[in-house]
């Protein structure tokens, strides 16, 4: 667990080092200020995901990713996913398996400079999750043993048509590293306000949301890579001629 | 600029650090124990407490003493229906001619239900109410005795067992 976490430092920390550095060129480059944006469909899939279905045992997940430059900063933006997690707790054994996606938009707080096309941005998502959960094996809990203490029991039993929605506050980045490739890292803050859960048992994973909590929060996080596709193209004339002035 | 990256390192370090220990809290009501009540024959509205008394689960080497209590706390099985215990009064008594045993056996239903992540599952108990079933009480293994040893009487007040809090059999003595 703690080896997880340290290499999740060491990627957050070359992620955000790598973006610094492509501004560092970027401002190097001195280009003519005639500026465009480019709209378009950006897509991708997070790369942690696919990494943990490797690496962590009994998890196979993909998620699929994508926004649309609506206007100067925002973006519509939407995951698709589906996720096979077993949980191997002290009490509980069990296993969540469904689907998820998500929807709504970024808003990039980033100044990009000249053609930089870079993104910091603030969003909200509605998620929706339908899942199914199979609780592999349990144990009765015995704060006062006297007898023999009694084994895990194995159960098996499936609870089908399960689903949950939420809301996520997102906060991230999106950094363009060659061409019109990408690569992004996003935070969520994740707040739970529907959850259809078994009778006798709960609902301790969702795919999407993920682990929950005795309250109604949960937590997330993507590191993505994604292809910009440009689909057209639009001048800026008003930030160009706030810099003249700054010049003079 | 900078300031929202170094926000967003300590974001990411916060998040990835908040995992909860998975202990489960001794508040949470988990599998209960049978809560017996000990009453003065001579005066059953007042309860009355036990000296030295040693509870010993059948087949069990080691008991469970209460030195001077009125209310004890009985584990039940969780793997079977039926419960025995001996019940030695005066258990450290060093004349042996005081020293009173009367074997109660239990018998009830288990249920499982669902507490949380950390504590699991917990099991509750139903006292036998039904004529078909065995008793939910068995003094000194005959059916149709009401008093032994030392017990004088017995009732079950709470046929359901599902936390500490109330007393499910009174023993007059």
């Given at each position: 667990?703690?080896?997880?976490?340290?290499?999740?430092?060491?990627?957050?920390?070359?992620?955000?080092?790598?973006?610094?550095?492509?501004?560092?060129?970027?401002?190097?480059?001195?280009?003519?200020?005639?500026?465009?944006?480019?709209?378009?469909?950006?897509?991708?899939?997070?790369?942690?995901?696919?990494?943990?279905?490797?690496?962590?045992?009994?998890?196979?997940?993909?998620?699929?990713?994508?926004?649309?430059?609506?206007?100067k900063?925002?973006?519509?933006?939407?995951?698709?996913?589906?996720?096979?997690?077993?949980?191997?707790?002290?009490?509980?054994?069990?296993?969540?398996?469904?689907?998820?996606?998500?929807?709504?938009?970024n808003?990039?707080?980033?100044?990009?400079?000249?053609?930089?096309?870079?993104?910091?941005?603030?969003?909200?998502?509605?998620?929706?999750?339908?899942?199914?959960?199979?609780?592999?094996?349990y144990?009765?809990?015995?704060?006062?043993?006297?007898?023999?203490?009694?084994?895990?029991?194995?159960?098996?039993?499936?609870?089908?048509?399960?689903?949950?929605?939420?809301?996520?506050?997102?906060?991230?980045?999106?950094a363009?590293?060659?061409?019109?490739?990408?690569?992004?890292?996003?935070l969520?803050?994740?707040?739970?306000?529907?959850?259809?859960?078994?009778?006798?048992?709960?609902?301790?994973?969702?795919?999407?949301?993920?682990?929950?909590y005795?309250?109604?929060?949960?937590?997330?996080?993507?590191?993505?890579?994604?292809?910009?596709?440009?689909?057209?193209?639009?001048?800026?004339?008003?930030?160009l001629?706030?810099?003249?002035?700054?010049?003079? | 600029?900078?300031?929202?990256?170094?926000?967003?390192?300590i974001?990411?370090?916060s998040?990835?650090?908040?995992?909860?220990?998975?202990?489960?809290?001794?508040?949470?009501?988990?599998?209960?124990?049978?809560?017996?009540?000990?009453?003065?024959?001579?005066?059953?509205?007042?309860?009355?407490?036990?000296?030295?008394?040693?509870?010993?689960?059948?087949?069990?080497?080691?008991?469970?003493?209460?030195?001077?209590?009125?209310?004890?706390?009985?584990?039940?099985?969780?793997?079977?229906?039926?419960?025995?215990?001996?019940?030695?009064?005066?258990?450290?008594?060093?004349?042996?001619?005081?020293?009173?045993?009367?074997?109660?056996?239990?018998?009830y239903?288990?249920?499982?239900?669902?507490?949380?992540?950390?504590?699991?599952?917990?099991?509750?108990?139903?006292?036998?109410?039904?004529?078909?079933?065995?008793?939910?009480?068995?003094?000194?293994?005959?059916?149709?005795?009401?008093?032994?040893?030392?017990?004088?009487?017995?009732?079950?007040?709470?046929?359901?067992?599902?936390?500490?809090?109330?007393?499910?059999?009174?023993?007059?003595?």
């Open positions: 667990m703690k080896m997880r976490h340290t290499s999740k430092y060491i990627f957050s920390i070359c992620l955000v080092l790598s973006s610094l550095l492509i501004q560092a060129q970027a401002k190097k480059t001195d280009s003519i200020p005639v500026k465009t944006n480019r709209y378009g469909l950006r897509f991708g899939v997070d790369l942690s995901k696919i990494a943990r279905s490797f690496y962590e045992d009994k998890y196979k997940g993909l998620e699929v990713v994508g926004d649309y430059r609506l206007t900063k925002y973006y519509l933006g939407a995951e698709l996913g589906n996720e096979n997690k077993t949980v191997n707790d002290d009490q509980l054994n069990f296993t969540t398996k469904g689907s998820y996606f998500k929807a709504g938009f808003y990039n707080i980033y100044d990009n400079w000249l053609d930089m096309e870079n993104l910091i941005y603030i969003g909200m998502r509605y998620g929706v999750s339908t899942f199914s959960q199979t609780l592999n094996s144990k009765i809990y015995n704060a006062n043993p006297y007898f023999p203490d009694t084994p895990a029991i194995a159960s098996g039993e499936k609870f089908s048509g399960l689903s949950a929605q939420w809301a996520e506050v997102v906060v991230g980045i999106n363009k590293v060659f061409n019109n490739f990408y690569v992004g890292f996003s969520r803050a994740n707040l739970l306000f529907s959850n259809k859960k078994p009778n006798t048992f709960d609902n301790l994973y969702i795919p999407g949301f993920n682990r929950t005795d309250g109604n929060f949960g937590a997330g996080f993507n590191y993505t890579v994604s292809y910009f596709l440009p689909i057209y193209k639009k001048k800026v004339e008003t930030t001629v706030k810099k003249d002035v700054k010049k003079k | 600029m900078k300031k929202i990256l170094i926000l967003l390192l974001v990411a370090f998040l990835s650090g908040c995992e909860k220990d998975d202990i489960c809290d001794p508040n949470t009501p988990t599998t209960p124990r049978l809560i017996v009540d000990f009453y003065d024959i001579q005066d059953p509205t007042k309860t009355k407490n036990v000296t030295d008394l040693a509870i010993v689960g059948d087949g069990m080497t080691t008991g469970i003493l209460f030195p001077s209590e009125s209310r004890i706390q009985v584990p039940l099985q969780l793997t079977e229906d039926t419960t025995k215990y001996s019940f030695i009064l005066n258990s450290k008594n060093s004349n042996p001619a005081l020293i009173f045993t009367d074997v109660i056996e239990f018998n239903s288990r249920k499982t239900v669902y507490v949380s992540r950390a504590c699991g599952y917990k099991t509750v108990f139903d006292l036998n109410n039904d004529t078909t079933l065995p008793n939910p009480y068995v003094l000194n293994n005959d059916p149709t005795a009401s008093t032994g040893n030392w017990i004088k009487f017995l009732t079950v007040e709470n046929y359901n067992i599902e936390n500490e809090n109330e007393t499910h059999i009174k023993i007059y003595f």
